[in-house]
C-alpha cells in the first residue's frame, strides 16, 4: 500500500511530515489554487517538500491536448533533482497519448480523475504507475464510489500486474476513517487523504491513554 497526503500545502504538510507512513504528496491545480499557488511556486512547493522528507510528488498537467501536457510533464520532470516528478494526466484520449509517450521515455504517470473500470485497463495498457478514482465524489454524484472501485481494483488485479511496476489504483477524494477502511478491505494498492484525515487516521485515543499510564508509572 502506497499512502500518499493530498495538498499542495506546504504549511499544512509540515504538520505531519517527515513520516515514514507517508510515500509522497499528490496535487492537482484545484489544490494548488486552495493554497494561493501559482506555478512559478512550483519549483519552490517541491523544494520545501524535500526539505520534508518528501521525494515523491505528482503534478498535474494544466492543458487539455497531448502537446501542452507534454510540454508540461517536460516542465515538472525538469524539477527532479532528488524528487520523482510523477505527472498526472487527466484519463482521456489525449491524455493517454501524452501518458505513452512519457512511460516510453522511461517517466512515470498517474491517469487521474477515472470514473470508470474500463479506463483503469487503459491506464494499464499506456504503462502508466497508477490510476486514480475518486471516491467520495463519485458517492456525492449519486453512484455506489466502493462498488465502483471494487470494479475497478478487479481490473487492475487482472490486467495491471503483468506490467512493472504494476499498476496499482491511487484512490483518491476520501472523506472518512470509515471510507479508508473499506479501501483497505478492498485492497487498493494505493491511497492519498488530506492532511485532517491523516491526522485523525494515526491518533489513537485509548493509545494515548495507554502511554500516559505508562508514562506515569515509568516515573
Ligand atoms: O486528488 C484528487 C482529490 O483532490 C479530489 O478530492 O476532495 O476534491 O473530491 P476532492
Known sequence: MHLYLDSA?????????????????TTNPTLMRRAGLG?????D???RLRELGVTTVHVQVRHADTDGMLRDAREYLALGAGTTVITKLPATRA?????????ADGAPVTMTAVVEPEQVL???????????????????????GLAVVGAMQAVARAYGTAYDPALRLLVASIRSREAFRDLLRLGVGAVTVPVPLFEALTT????????RAFLADAS
Do not use: I, Q
Open 122 to 144: 487503459w491506464s494499464a495498457l499506456v504503462g502508466a504507475r497508477y490510476a486514480a478514482p475518486y471516491l467520495g465524489r463519485m458517492d456525492e454524484s449519486g453512484r455506489d
Open 39 to 43: 506555478w512559478d511556486g512550483l519549483p
Open 95 to 103: 491524455g493517454f497519448a501524452a501518458a505513452r509517450a512519457l512511460t
Open 9 to 25: 500545502d506546504a504549511n499544512e504538510l509540515a504538520r505531519v511530515l517527515p513520516s515514514p507512513l507517508v510515500a509522497g504528496v
Open 204 to 211: 489513537h485515543e485509548a493509545t494515548l491513554a495507554a502511554e
Open 45 to 47: 512547493l517541491v523544494r
